[in-house]
């Protein structure tokens, strides 16, 4: 199948991108790294839509809100209306900030998103997403690296990358017009930060509050998800707890090899 898949170079974009070329499946790329912008996004033959590409920064919205509506908003509102016209179904992707929406310019973003969104056009509320390739200033990067100052009592709902590919590739196989209009993508197992820092070594950092920008518990409700047949499998606790191991390991080797 021909798909088009802007942000197909980011931290999604590009496991997926991976996933659907082993499956045989064509892909149009869109991203700004390939200088394709999605403000310029065409259909040319593509039998299906995937929309991940954004600004996905929370609290860069608060002092930017133009910023993100131009590219979170004008371009999707733009893609979804092509889509219907062309009867191409559209995965987009939302965020669980919808449930606190107004809180920044960014959730404000993704609800109209919602809004505009068109039948055969399903929006995919991702909760705290983590895996290979993330960037490494997230907070999983950062308890790996062991990069961080602080932690906080906000709850967390923790994904792994390869679970959210999974759902979205069993959607696809999914007629989009009798299927929900959106689905929560996390665990259903919300974790305090401040527990999983000191369940992998960092009983000594203070805990702090967070912004105020961001939900105290982004726990999302899977069981709409669940009914499609999918289930998340991988742990959060385990992976940083593996990768942390992984890292140290080579800052070590690297040390011995230069010295």
Known sequence: MRIALTGSRGFIGGRLREVLENQGHEITEWDVELGKDIHDFQLNGEEYVIHLAAFADLRASIDNAQAFWDNNVTPTTRIQRMCYEAGVPL??????????WAASPYGISKK????????GQVGLRFSTVYGPNARESMLVGRLVSGNIKYLT?????????DDV???IVLLMEKD???????????TNKGVLVSELGQAVGYQDLPVEDGDDCEADDNTLNIEPAKKLGWEPQLNVLDYVTAQKELYHQTMTINEELHS
């Open 176 to 186: 989009l017009h009798t299927v929900d209009r959106a689905y929560d993508v996390g």
């Open 112 to 119: 109209v998103n919602e809004e505009t969104a068109m039948p």
């Open 91 to 100: 995965i987009y992707a939302s965020s669980s900030c919808i449930h606190n």
């Open 153 to 161: 009592n906000h709850k967390r709902d923790f994904i792994h990358v």
């Open 165 to 167: 590919v999974g759902f």
